[in-house]
């Protein structure tokens, strides 16, 4: 992991941001919004993504942050550690987040994309949603549970549905169950 070279460079639609160490100022100019970012093994590092994107992955980054303007379908942490994710746009965040057997992450989105978008936690341990209130510019924060899911529409009448509102985000536990190793969303 620590003898590659760091790569950054765009194949076929997709952005390889690999193998950084301590740098804080990667940046990844999106020409076009079916473009992907895919990052593994950063540490300690900040990247910035400008302009609308397809997709973010983060696989197996530590301590890293990510700030980006819009994403069109997702922003996944897979075995991520310590990484935070920020979407600089008040309306734009991801339409999905999923944090993957990830530990000490946060997800910070504006009121209006926690209010539009879900966040799915899967075998994941401390995992947050920090959620920017517009009225009065503070910061609200939600723990999530492991197998956690905030999803400003999910069913009120499944019995699997463990609701927990606060502001314009609903925190739902419990509500995914397994079948053939995957998750049906309820």
């Excluded at 590659?4 to 941001?17: F, M």
Aim: hydrophobic share 35%; with cysteine.
């Amino acid at each position: 992991m620590g003898d590659r070279p760091p790569v950054l460079q765009l194949v076929a639609n997709r952005w390889r941001v690999e193998n950084y160490r301590g740098d804080t100022s990667i940046n990844v100019s999106a020409s076009a919004p079916r473009e992907a970012v895919y990052m593994i093994n950063c540490v300690d590092c900040v990247v910035t993504v400008h302009n609308l994107v397809a997709r973010i992955t983060l696989e197996r980054c530590v301590n890293t942050r990510v700030i980006f303007s819009g994403v069109l379908s997702s922003v996944e942490l897979i075995r991520c550690e310590r990484c935070e994710i920020f979407c600089d746009n008040e309306s734009k965040g991801a339409m999905t987040t999923i944090l993957d057997m990830s530990r000490s992450c946060v997800v910070h989105m504006s009121q209006v994309a926690a209010s539009e978008g879900r966040v799915i936690s899967n075998k994941s341990e401390d995992t947050s949603v920090a959620v920017y209130n517009l009225d009065t510019h503070d910061w609200g924060r939600y723990t999530l549970t492991n197998d956690a899911i905030l999803d400003p529409e999910a069913a009120d009448d499944s019995q699997n549905v463990h609701r927990y509102s606060k502001e314009e985000a609903r925190i739902i536990s419990n509500v995914a169950s397994r079948e053939g190793g995957g998750y049906i969303v309820y």
